[in-house]
């Protein structure tokens, strides 16, 4: 089997909310994403979906995808993508760094190995590990009682797991987490992810703040060694996502003691390979992981359904159904949620069929009819 061309397309992706807002100030109301489809002599098509969360979060953004995938793709002609150590051998040599634009080249061809095997991804993944995956659900950050109207809103709707975007002025914050928590079971999960929004001497105010109750601290401030300053000050249970952006990061943080979860997020560390194998450290140290991606539709949610399956329940702190969060579907058999959680799809590979009425024609094209 040998990779004769790449096709990418680009789709907007509207919320349902109309806007999602995290710390600073940052928002977006419709995400850019771009879908990769890789042809092979075998009339095999494997695809994947990459969406960065606008252009503030990560060092990624949405046009960098394609631009990146112009010096990347003509170099993967002709290889076999079932070579998965081939291909990401010369996807990093190809390009230095950003891994985001990588990552769904390398998922491509992981739905490409799926299909060429005859099974689906959780099966390649690791097996099923468990019967679904429980979803948790951000929630934008506005005002205190608008974020906790939300938050019982989608209780309703069967979640047990929230994020609340925090990460702005530290009082309003301190409010936020309050007005949140009181509504919620003792069983439920709040998550407070400030997404590096605050300086130390916020963040210090904040937990120390919220000591009395019972809510995960994500992601602090900007820097690993602030978080990790944060981290030796407070009991509550800690959360590192931007700061563990691949395996050396992961290392790190495992020495230092500096999380009891990390975020891992498929694209921010180069695709599925990878995410694999920080997975599998994660397990072999007993950190449990949210595993999801920046953002995305329906192809990005099943890739995070099948990772997250494969994975024992025990450390899959929570995961994402991203497509239930746009208006716009673009694959059909992608997951969907049932009372707060998800499988993934039961087809060969990531076992999704892109909608390319919806996607349109491609916007680049490398190898074979290009």
Not at 30 to 48: H, K, N, R
Not at 171 to 191: F, H, K, S
Not at 214 to 219: C, F, M, R, S, T
Not at 314 to 338: E, L, M, Q
Request: charged share 25%; glycine share 10%; with cysteine.
């Amino acid at each position: 089997m040998n990779i004769t061309a790449i096709r990418v397309h680009q789709v907007d992706l509207p919320l349902k909310e109309g806007r999602y807002s995290w710390s600073n100030g940052n928002f977006v109301e419709v995400f850019d994403s771009t879908v990769v489809a890789i042809e092979t002599d075998t009339g095999l098509t494997g695809y994947a979906e990459c969406c960065p969360l606008g252009s503030a979060y990560l060092p990624s953004y949405a046009r960098g995808v394609r631009a990146g995938l112009e010096e990347i793709a003509p170099k993967l002609i002709g290889l076999d993508p079932s070579n998965l150590g081939l291909v990401n051998r010369t996807m990093d040599a190809a390009l230095n760094g950003h891994p985001y634009v990588k990552a769904p080249l390398d998922i491509a061809c992981w739905d490409l190995l799926g299909k060429a095997s005859g099974l689906p991804l959780v099966t390649l993944l690791g097996g099923h590990a468990q019967d679904e995956v429980r979803l948790y659900r951000a929630i934008s950050q506005e005002d205190p009682e608008t974020m906790a109207k939300k938050i019982a809103g989608y209780k309703a709707e069967g979640y047990t797991k929230f994020q609340l975007k925090v990460g702005g002025n530290a009082d309003d914050d301190i409010a936020r987490i309050r007005a949140c928590r009181e509504i919620l079971d003792d069983t439920d999960i709040l998550v407070a992810d400030a997404n590096t929004g605050w300086t130390r001497h916020e963040a210090a105010r904040v937990v120390d703040a919220v000591a009395d109750l019972d809510v995960y601290i994500e992601q602090p401030c900007p820097t690993y060694d602030e978080c990790l300053s944060i981290r030796r000050r407070t009991a509550k249970p800690f959360v590192m996502d931007e700061n563990i952006t691949g395996l050396d990061m992961l290392v790190r943080g495992l020495a230092d003691d500096a999380f009891d979860v990390i975020n891992l997020k498929i694209s921010k560390v180069g695709g599925l390979s990878k995410a694999r194998t920080m997975r599998d450290v994660c397990l072999a140290h007993g950190i449990p992981m949210t595993i999801e991606d920046t953002w995305g539709g329906d192809i990005v949610t099943a890739a995070i359904a099948h990772l997250a399956q494969s994975t024992p329940s025990d450390f899959v702190f929570s995961a994402t159904d991203f497509n239930s969060y746009g208006t716009k579907t673009i694959a059909a058999n992608a997951p969907n949620r049932v009372n707060g959680g998800m499988k993934a799809p039961s087809g060969l590979g990531l076992g999704i069929e892109p909608d390319f009425e919806t996607l349109g024609a491609p916007v680049l094209s490398f190898g074979k009819g290009a």
